[in-house]
């Protein structure tokens, strides 16, 4: 009720007062719980290192719906006890390992991009986000998902200050938290822009909300030439507490006793050599799954594993192999894939554009068959010291290329797999997938580039599974029901406290144009954001809830 | 008075009682004990749960001792039945 009023008192008061009024104080009292929140938030922020990536596409200005002519990626990790400082794991040549803001130079006709200027996005100003440096102007209530939010436009005080916030804000109205700003930072230069950029928080655990998705769209000037490009890229962020890698081992056993002595002749604890070897084969693979888990770039077993399982088993079954495999997710959006061990990773931006479970069993099938010919791990990383080593080294000590013979003689047995398959009569799909992907690579070059593997895509050479793209029709872009690929961000829904990855629950929605398909590329985001409940709360929904089993198809 | 047994039963093959998914979140360890019957026909016949551990457990190391292969007791050169305690136990290294 208190709360209603005050709202009202806002529009009818027509925000901001020139008077010192009652409702100015209010006003005032909000704005100060506000910037207490975001100075906490920072607090907050100083004790996690969170993971973040960017990924940018370039679009020709003078062609706005032709594909993107060239990418850059960025994978790192902040500090926030230094400020927002990246640590780079992995970058393309135009991002900068130095420096802060602004984001973006032009040196000559190269774009150069500051690693620190994306990372800065996830705050609206760092230092001075207060009353006495910006005015604060309310708009409108507005729901963002579930969470009701007050939306204030912020402008600084001072118009000839450089780097500051210029935008508007949301904030949950509940208890006063930052969950989304959008704007840009103020007096952009030619030679050194600020980009626009729309920045997402979600809310993690009871008050707590945490930078989660930021996007960014802009159009820097001309470089010489005249040749404009679009920008348009995305920054994740994930792994604020995500859970060390702890997985249990069991030993269990069946003793009998009865009056008369038992003769046990079931006790094998001996293990042969080729028991051995297999033991040491899978130490290996352990070994590599936990760094790569420890390190925040695999996802914990979950739900989107459960879908690729399935996909699996269907293989496995119609080419009767009783083997154990298991399928886990790198978080990571460059597209790729591998065989560890017994352990197949798909990385998320590689889910995320496949149209359907098909394409889905056909990539699984191309690193299923490296595990049926036993192509195997490396064994050295069943020594332990081997995966301990500084995480940005992760990525030059953990490759997992394979040399070209076994990536044709995986491929050839994948399309075998395939024909005895459940699939068989849907492959034309995952060749047409194939198909896009080829005529897409070449302005791609950072998405086709695997951050631990080897490469789907040479230039626009299709590295394996030729046999498959060769069989299946024509490619046109231009027709809006044959949908070849689907824009990143499509499938998979990151936690980014736990890593936990769920499938995205998307209505399917009928295309206008060709243009909307935009397969491989970024699109700006629509989270639906959410209150995280209370640990009761959260147990008496789980049991009104009957969860349908996920799956790939739409 | 009935004759001695000559020879007791010889286990030929023990299957791995399975961890529930429930109990190794809850790191649930111990031992279920059973009263089973190693039958003259070679059957596994579980009589009555002596003591269990739940959530899941229990079915588990049923299922686990029903699948046992044994050798029956011999009486007077004959296969003979036998009840015998059989205890299955759970541990986890974490």
């Known amino acids: ?554 | 008075m009935e004759e001695p047994l000559s020879a007791g039963i010889e286990i030929l093959d023990k299957p791995r009682p399975a961890y529930s998914e429930e109990a190794r979140r809850l790191k649930i360890e111990g031992e279920v004990v059973l009263q089973v019957l190693f039958a003259a026909s070679g059957e596994v016949r579980v009589q009555r749960l002596i003591r269990g551990l739940g959530h899941g457990l229990d079915q588990n190391a049923i299922q686990a001792a029903e699948h046992l292969r044994f050798r029956p007791a011999m009486r007077g050169g004959w296969p003979a039945d036998l009840v015998a305690t059989v205890q299955i136990s759970f541990h986890l290294a974490y």
């Not at chain 1, 990536?53 to 994978?75: C, I, K, R, W």
């Not at chain 1, 293989?315 to 460059?334: G, Y």
Request: proline share 7%.
């Open chain 1, 1 to 554: 009720m208190k709360r209603t009023w005050f709202l009202l008192a806002l529009v009818l008061t027509g925000w901001p007062a020139t008077a010192q009024t009652p409702e100015r104080n209010v006003v005032g009292r909000l704005i100060d719980r506000i910037v207490a929140n975001e100075r906490q938030f920072l607090q907050q922020m100083r004790q996690s290192r969170p993971l973040f990536e960017t990924y940018l596409q370039e679009v020709e200005e003078a062609h706005p719906n032709a594909p993107p002519v060239n990418d850059h990626y960025l994978l790192g990790r902040l500090d926030w006890s230094k400020g927002v400082i990246p640590m780079e794991i992995a970058s393309s040549a135009a991002f900068q390992k130095r420096g802060g803001l602004p984001l973006f130079r032009r040196s000559g006709s190269a774009l150069t991009f500051s690693a620190a200027g994306f990372a800065q996005m996830a705050v609206p100003d760092a230092e001075e986000f207060n009353r006495e440096t910006y005015d604060f102007e309310f708009v409108r209530r507005e729901f963002l998902g579930e969470l009701r939010c007050l939306v204030l436009d912020v402008a600084p005080k001072d118009k000839k200050a450089a780097g500051r916030f210029l935008g508007r804000i949301w904030v949950e109205d509940r208890d006063y938290h930052l969950v989304r700003f959008n704007g840009t930072y103020t007096l952009s230069k030619a030679a050194a822009i600020f980009f626009h950029f729309d920045s997402w928080r979600v809310n993690v655990a009871p008050g707590v909300f945490v930078p989660a998705f930021i996007y960014v769209e802009d159009l820097p000037p001309a470089g010489p030439g005249g040749r404009r490009v679009r920008l348009k890229g995305q920054t994740r962020l994930w792994g604020y507490n995500a859970v060390r890698p702890n997985k249990s081992q069991e030993l269990t056993d069946i003793l009998i006793e009865a009056e008369n002595p038992v003769s046990d002749r079931s006790k094998t604890e001996d293990a042969s050599p080729v028991e051995g070897q297999r033991s040491w084969l899978r130490q290996a693979e352990e070994n590599i799954v936990q760094r790569l888990e420890k390190s925040g770039l695999l996802a914990p077993a979950g739900e989107v594993d459960r879908v690729l399982n399935t996909v699996v088993n269907n293989l496995l079954a119609t080419s009767n192999l009783d083997l154990e495999v298991q399928c886990r997710l790198l978080l990571t959006t460059p597209l790729e894939s591998f065989a560890v061990g017994h352990t197949i990773v798909v990385s998320r931006g590689l889910v995320d554009v496949l149209p359907d479970e098909a394409s889905l069993a056909m990539v699984l099938a191309s690193e299923l068959a490296h595990i049926t010919l036993d192509h195997r791990t490396d064994t050295r990383f069943a020594f332990s010291d081997q995966t301990m080593f500084e995480e940005q080294q992760i990525l030059q000590r953990l490759r997992f290329n394979r040399p070209p013979p076994e990536i044709t003689a995986a491929s050839q047995e994948a399309v075998k797999m395939l024909a005895r398959s459940p699939y068989k009569d849907k492959l034309a799909n995952a060749g047409l997938f194939l198909k896009a992907l080829g005529s897409r690579a070449p302005g791609l070059p950072n998405l086709i580039q695997a951050n631990l593997s080897h490469q789907m895509m040479s230039g626009n050479e299709l590295l394996h599974l030729t046999e498959l793209a060769a069989a299946a029709p024509e490619l046109d872009e231009n027709k809006v029901a044959q949908i070849a690929a689907l824009p990143l961000g499509s499938r998979v829904k990151l936690d980014p406290w736990t890593n936990q990855t769920t499938l995205l629950k998307t209505k399917p929605v009928a295309l206008l144009s060709a243009r909307e398909k935009m397969p491989f590329e970024i699109a700006p985001p629509a989270p639906y954001l959410v209150r995280v409940a209370s640990p009761k709360t959260a147990a008496t929904q789980a049991t009104q809830n009957t969860a349908a089993p996920p799956s790939l198809e739409r």
